[in-house]
Nanobody, 123 residues
Framework: QVQLAESGGGLVQSGGSLRLSCAAS????????MGWFRQAPGKEREFVAA????????YYANFVKGRFIMSRDNAKNTVSLQMNSLKPEDTAVYYC????????????????WGQGTQVTVSS
């Protein structure tokens, strides 16, 4: 079993930045690709970004391209999401997810999920 714990959420003004982190514990995430999803009030959960096990491949939803950067540190079992130029429409609970497959071809399947961290962007 893999446990994922997100951190770094908070309140930020429009145009600001936040950095989310996700720490994996329990069974190792060795060989797993990782991703971020988000869910705004009254909306379905949507894909944000994904990164392959090696870190060599990333994939982003169109609405965050050029603003968000996902990275990982396999030695520390962590992934991060640097969010820049935040907009009020980025307000959501952000979830970290792990996928047993090492490669990515777009969005990932969430075999394991974190509890989420709230991001609120004020206008």
């Amino acid at each position: 079993q893999v446990q994922l714990a997100e951190s770094g959420g908070g309140l930020v003004q429009s145009g600001g930045s936040l950095r989310l982190s996700c720490a994996a514990s329990g069974r190792t995430c060795s060989g797993y690709s990782m991703g971020w999803f988000r869910q705004a009030p009254g909306k379905e959960r949507e894909f944000v970004a994904a990164i392959s096990w090696s870190g060599g491949t990333t994939y982003y939803a169109n609405f965050v391209k050029g603003r968000f950067i996902m990275s990982r540190d396999n030695a520390k079992n962590t992934v991060s999401l640097q969010m820049n130029s935040l907009k009020p429409e980025d307000t959501a609970v952000y979830y970290c997810a792990a996928d047993r497959r090492p490669r990515i071809y777009g969005s990932i399947s969430g075999d394991y999920w974190g509890q989420g961290t709230q991001v609120t962007v004020s206008s």
